[in-house]
């Protein structure tokens, strides 16, 4: 087997199409075909069941997938270790993050660091805090953007503080409390709230700051995103507390601090293991974990 074939079991297990994966893989379908059939006769097992209307794995394919993956990771790391010890800094870079993050500007710091290091190639995705560190420690990410509770501490990952901060109480224009100074908790137990799904990190922050005030407030709605949630405050249907730092980017809001409300603290997870050259630069830039950043 050869690490073509490889690549395009993964596109089509990502796909569940032959002929999207072909597209994917620039190649014409009978041909990536042709390699899936080879590769599974050399195998002794079909890889994929194909009907007419679907393509998925099966169970061999199951457990083929993950052994691909990461012979596929480290081929592209081995390029890059050696572009690397040329003074180049190649390959891939795979950033989470919470959608609050406010600490860095996430834009302008991915901005830098793509003019550094042209020839990396950048990915981004958004994610829970929880997630996030999950993902960081299994490596399909190099590192993650997280906000928690201050007590939090992430397992398996190193981590750096970025920013300690409080939470303001977010509300319509034309809700009673957009025209107070500051607000306590006690004043925000009769509203109804638009918050994260119980159990989460960003969840917790503003549970914990409650329950350690002896009160109880009802969440009538639990969203997944701030974008949603920002809409339904706007429509006056409920009030959210939200990172005082983050909040200046909701425009249409009024931001209201809370003088005993929740606190967050933003930090910055990676991985345990020798990071990658191009993981290595981007903490480097960050200027965190004792990197020295290096350009072409």
């Given at each position: 087997m050869?690490?073509?074939?490889?690549?395009?079991?993964?596109a089509?297990?990502e796909?569940?199409?032959?002929?999207r994966?072909?597209?994917?893989?620039?190649?014409?379908?009978?041909?990536?075909?042709?390699?899936?059939?080879?590769l599974?006769?050399e195998?002794?097992?079909?890889?994929?069941?194909?009907t007419s209307?679907?393509?998925?794995?099966?169970?061999?394919?199951?457990?083929?997938?993950?052994?691909?993956?990461?012979?596929l990771?480290?081929?592209?790391?081995?390029?890059?270790e050696?572009?690397?010890?040329?003074?180049?800094?190649?390959g891939?870079?795979?950033?989470?993050?919470?959608p609050?993050v406010?600490?860095?500007?996430?834009?302008?710091?991915?901005?830098?660091y793509?003019?550094?290091?042209?020839?990396?190639?950048?990915?981004?995705?958004t994610g829970?805090?929880?997630?996030?560190?999950?993902q960081?420690r299994?490596?399909?990410?190099d590192a993650?953007?997280?906000?928690?509770?201050?007590?939090?501490?992430?397992q398996?990952?190193r981590?750096?503080?970025?920013?300690?901060?409080e939470?303001?109480?977010?509300?319509?224009p034309?809700h009673?409390?957009?025209?107070e100074?500051?607000v306590?908790?006690?004043?925000?137990?009769?509203e109804?709230?638009?918050?994260?799904?119980?159990?989460?990190?960003?969840?917790?922050?503003?549970?914990e700051?409650?329950?350690?005030a002896g009160?109880?407030?009802?969440?009538?709605?639990?969203?997944?995103?701030?974008?949603l949630?920002?809409r339904?405050v706007?429509?006056?249907?409920?009030?959210?507390?939200?990172?005082?730092?983050?909040?200046?980017?909701?425009?249409?809001?009024r931001?209201?601090p809370?003088?005993?409300g929740?606190?967050?603290?933003?930090?910055?997870?990676?991985?345990?293991?020798?990071?990658?050259?191009?993981?290595?630069?981007?903490?480097?830039?960050?200027?965190?974990?004792?990197?020295?950043?290096?350009l072409?």
């Amino acid at each position: 087997m050869d690490l073509q074939q490889m690549r395009y079991v993964l596109a089509v297990a990502e796909t569940a199409s032959f002929t999207r994966a072909a597209e994917r893989c620039h190649v014409v379908q009978s041909a990536l075909s042709h390699q899936v059939a080879k590769l599974e006769k050399e195998l002794g097992a079909r890889l994929f069941d194909r009907t007419s209307r679907r393509v998925r794995l099966t169970a061999a394919g199951e457990a083929f997938l993950p052994a691909a993956r990461q012979a596929l990771e480290a081929a592209e790391r081995a390029r890059a270790e050696v572009a690397a010890a040329t003074g180049e800094i190649r390959g891939r870079l795979t950033v989470g993050s919470i959608p609050t993050v406010a600490a860095v500007d996430l834009p302008a710091v991915l901005r830098d660091y793509r003019l550094r290091y042209p020839d990396v190639r950048i990915t981004l995705r958004t994610g829970s805090s929880e997630r996030l560190v999950e993902q960081v420690r299994e490596g399909v990410l190099d590192a993650a953007f997280l906000g928690v509770p201050p007590g939090f501490r992430p397992q398996g990952v190193r981590d750096h503080e970025l920013a300690h901060g409080e939470h303001v109480v977010v509300v319509s224009p034309g809700h009673p409390l957009a025209a107070e100074k500051e607000v306590d908790l006690q004043r925000l137990v009769d509203e109804v709230f638009v918050d994260f799904a119980e159990g989460s990190a960003a969840r917790a922050q503003s549970d914990e700051a409650f329950a350690a005030a002896g009160l109880r407030r009802e969440v009538a709605f639990e969203v997944s995103g701030v974008e949603l949630m920002a809409r339904m405050v706007r429509n006056g249907l409920g009030v959210a507390l939200l990172p005082a730092l983050f909040s200046v980017e909701l425009h249409g809001l009024r931001s209201v601090p809370v003088t005993n409300g929740p606190v967050r603290v933003e930090r910055l997870v990676w991985s345990r293991f020798e990071p990658s050259p191009a993981a290595a630069a981007f903490l480097a830039l960050l200027g965190v974990g004792g990197y020295q950043e290096v350009l072409n």
